[in-house]
């Protein structure tokens, strides 16, 4: 009997709320993964840790005290002593594909390949967003460049204002006032 793959529907803005920025690197924490995973995410650094060659520094680093501050005075719901004693795994692309040789289940591969899936769009969106931003820039190259003809040209008509405004000299015969 052919076992069917059960396909875990996981919307887009679901991963991309659970994406962040931590040292210049897209990143997810553990937890959220563990959470789309299915597993707990006790299971899920147990896995990392006994398979820690496959996650290199920039597949997967743990935050600081630090950073972890900042991510708990961002969200207030993250409250002292409601979450895990320990500092979070934060995985980038890489580290998330890993992830899903490492755990092995299907929704672990299905959900991995679907946040590919949207790390791949953010991508494309910001490659195209900065295409945006240099055509732009041309156009306004192009605006500011019509600005100083424009100026130039208005200098033109004040100039040819100020000489039609000046008394012409007389030429040809002129005729004597007295007769």
Do not use: C, W
Not at 129 to 147: A, C, H, M, P, Y
Not at 149 to 164: A, M, T
């Amino acid at each position: 009997m052919k076992e069917e793959l059960t396909s875990v529907i996981v919307p887009n803005e679901v991963i991309i709320n659970k994406i962040y920025l931590f040292r210049g690197v897209k990143v997810m924490l553990d937890s959220d993964l563990a959470e789309l995973f299915g597993v707990d995410t006790k299971r899920l650094k147990e896995q990392v840790r006994r398979n820690i060659e496959r996650f290199p520094e920039r597949f997967m680093f743990e935050l600081t005290k630090e950073e972890n501050e900042i991510l708990r005075t961002q969200f207030a719901t993250l409250r002292h002593g409601q979450h895990s004693k320990y500092l979070p795994f934060a995985f980038s692309e890489h580290g998330i594909l890993q992830l899903s040789n490492v755990l092995k289940s299907k929704q672990a591969v299905e959900v991995s390949i679907k946040i590919i899936d949207v790390f791949v769009q953010l991508r494309t969106m910001v490659l195209s967003n900065t295409e945006i931003r240099l055509e732009v820039e041309k156009i306004k190259k192009k605006v500011d460049n019509q600005d100083k003809n424009i100026e130039v040209i208005f200098r033109y008509f004040d100039e040819l204002l100020e000489q039609q405004q000046r008394p012409r000299k007389e030429i040809g015969y002129k005729i004597p006032k007295g007769n």
